[in-house]
Protein backbone atom coordinates (compact mmCIF):
# COMPACT_ATOMS: atom_id res chain seq x y z
CA UNK A 1 0.00 0.00 0.00
CA UNK A 2 1.25 3.59 -0.75
CA UNK A 3 1.75 5.74 1.98
CA UNK A 4 -0.76 8.72 1.33
CA UNK A 5 -0.22 12.42 0.74
CA UNK A 6 0.10 14.95 3.82
CA UNK A 7 -3.82 15.31 4.87
CA UNK A 8 -3.11 19.18 3.48
CA UNK A 9 -2.58 17.52 0.51
CA UNK A 10 -4.61 15.05 0.08
CA UNK A 11 -6.56 16.47 -3.07
CA UNK A 12 -3.45 15.97 -4.65
CA UNK A 13 -3.66 11.78 -4.45
CA UNK A 14 -4.99 11.48 -8.46
CA UNK A 15 -1.50 13.07 -9.84
CA UNK A 16 0.41 11.67 -7.15
CA UNK A 17 -0.62 8.27 -8.05
CA UNK A 18 0.70 9.04 -11.12
CA UNK A 19 3.72 11.28 -10.60
CA UNK A 20 5.19 10.84 -7.13
CA UNK A 21 8.36 8.38 -8.22
CA UNK A 22 11.13 7.41 -6.37
CA UNK A 23 13.84 7.61 -9.07
CA UNK A 24 15.35 10.15 -11.66
CA UNK A 25 14.84 7.13 -13.94
CA UNK A 26 11.24 6.88 -13.20
CA UNK A 27 10.24 10.66 -13.41
CA UNK A 28 12.56 10.36 -17.18
CA UNK A 29 10.46 7.80 -18.54
CA UNK A 30 6.96 8.90 -17.12
CA UNK A 31 8.06 12.24 -18.83
CA UNK A 32 8.81 10.23 -22.21
CA UNK A 33 5.45 8.37 -22.16
CA UNK A 34 3.25 11.34 -21.32
CA UNK A 35 1.66 13.53 -24.00
CA UNK A 36 2.15 17.36 -23.78
CA UNK A 37 -1.71 17.90 -22.54
CA UNK A 38 -0.61 15.26 -19.59
CA UNK A 39 2.16 17.02 -18.80
CA UNK A 40 0.56 20.15 -18.88
CA UNK A 41 -2.24 18.92 -16.33
CA UNK A 42 0.27 17.89 -13.93
CA UNK A 43 2.03 21.42 -13.92
CA UNK A 44 -1.38 23.33 -13.59
CA UNK A 45 -2.55 21.17 -10.74
CA UNK A 46 0.91 21.60 -8.59
CA UNK A 47 2.17 24.98 -9.65
CA UNK A 48 -0.49 27.09 -7.48
CA UNK A 49 0.42 24.68 -4.43
CA UNK A 50 4.21 24.73 -5.02
CA UNK A 51 4.79 27.19 -2.23
CA UNK A 52 2.67 25.93 0.41
CA UNK A 53 4.41 22.30 -0.55
CA UNK A 54 7.76 24.26 0.44
CA UNK A 55 6.48 25.65 2.97
CA UNK A 56 5.52 22.23 4.55
CA UNK A 57 8.10 20.50 3.82
CA UNK A 58 10.74 22.93 4.76
CA UNK A 59 11.18 22.26 8.56
CA UNK A 60 12.16 18.45 7.37
CA UNK A 61 16.01 17.63 6.18
CA UNK A 62 15.79 15.41 3.45
CA UNK A 63 17.10 12.42 4.89
CA UNK A 64 14.41 12.40 7.81
CA UNK A 65 11.69 13.68 5.98
CA UNK A 66 8.47 11.44 7.17
CA UNK A 67 7.08 8.80 4.58
CA UNK A 68 3.84 11.11 3.52
CA UNK A 69 6.22 13.85 2.90
CA UNK A 70 8.49 12.48 1.16
CA UNK A 71 5.87 11.45 -1.20
CA UNK A 72 5.12 15.10 -1.64
CA UNK A 73 8.65 15.78 -2.22
CA UNK A 74 8.63 13.15 -4.96
CA UNK A 75 5.93 15.08 -6.39
CA UNK A 76 7.72 18.15 -6.77
CA UNK A 77 10.69 16.61 -8.10
CA UNK A 78 8.13 15.15 -11.03
CA UNK A 79 7.47 18.93 -11.57
CA UNK A 80 11.09 19.58 -11.97
CA UNK A 81 11.18 16.58 -14.38
CA UNK A 82 9.06 18.08 -16.41
CA UNK A 83 9.35 21.91 -16.52
CA UNK A 84 11.63 21.85 -19.49
CA UNK A 85 9.83 19.91 -21.96
CA UNK A 86 6.96 22.53 -20.95
CA UNK A 87 8.65 25.84 -20.81
CA UNK A 88 11.30 24.85 -23.59
CA UNK A 89 11.01 21.92 -25.63
CA UNK A 90 6.92 22.19 -26.58
CA UNK A 91 7.25 18.22 -25.86
CA UNK A 92 7.95 15.66 -23.97
CA UNK A 93 11.33 14.44 -25.28
CA UNK A 94 14.34 16.93 -25.62
CA UNK A 95 14.60 18.54 -28.98
CA UNK A 96 17.56 16.77 -31.18
CA UNK A 97 18.34 15.10 -27.62
CA UNK A 98 20.15 11.69 -26.75
CA UNK A 99 18.32 9.15 -26.18
CA UNK A 100 18.29 9.27 -21.76
CA UNK A 101 18.76 5.79 -21.73
CA UNK A 102 22.03 5.94 -23.16
CA UNK A 103 22.73 7.74 -19.76
CA UNK A 104 21.21 5.94 -17.04
CA UNK A 105 21.26 8.68 -13.78
CA UNK A 106 23.49 7.67 -10.56
CA UNK A 107 20.46 7.17 -8.59
CA UNK A 108 21.67 6.84 -5.01
CA UNK A 109 23.43 10.53 -5.70
CA UNK A 110 22.05 12.57 -2.74
CA UNK A 111 21.88 16.41 -3.52
CA UNK A 112 23.18 17.50 -0.47
CA UNK A 113 25.77 20.42 1.13
CA UNK A 114 25.92 18.16 3.72
CA UNK A 115 28.70 15.56 4.81
Do not use: H
Amino acid sequence: MTTPLPVPFADLEPVAATWSLATETERNRRRLGSTLEELQAMAETILPRLDEIFEYLEPYPLDQLPADAERLFLLTLSLAEIAPALECYGQPAVIDGLDSARMPAVENFKLTPYP
